[in-house]
């Protein structure tokens, strides 16, 4: 996968998922902050349900999908940690993403982790072999 493509899907899957558990956090005051049996109460309590499924569920993809990128980034395993566990957090998974958005693009050119994304399509390979002597 290019590593744009996976920073884009990363980016979409931390939105995501930092929505939704605001989304669960609101549902939960809800449930919880209303008497028993009222009609706030009990709208929380299925909004608790659903948006925690959902939320749980895309939570697991996010897992991967930051788990790939810090990994692609070669990023600390402390870091990493941070990033995964920025999912359970409210607005944890915002300051995540636009921290491993700074990483990427703080990348140095070539570093061996397929940067660019880009691969040789059939250019001049005499120029391809100067510019890569050259290095």
Sequence with gaps: ????????????????????????????????????????????????TAIGIAHGWLYMLYLVVA????????ISAVSMLLVLLAGTVPFGAFFAERKVVQWFHA????????????????GDTATDGARSAQS
């Design 1 to 48: 996968m290019k590593p744009s493509v996976l920073l884009t899907f990363y980016r979409v899957m931390a939105y995501v998922t930092a929505i939704l558990l605001i989304g669960l956090c609101v549902a939960v005051i809800l449930k919880y902050g209303w008497p028993d049996g009222s009609a706030i109460q009990q709208s929380g309590e299925a909004w608790t």
């Design 67 to 74: 788990l790939l990128i810090t990994r692609m980034l070669g």
């Design 107 to 122: 990348r140095p050119p070539g570093d061996g982790r397929g940067n660019s994304g880009e691969r040789n399509t059939g």
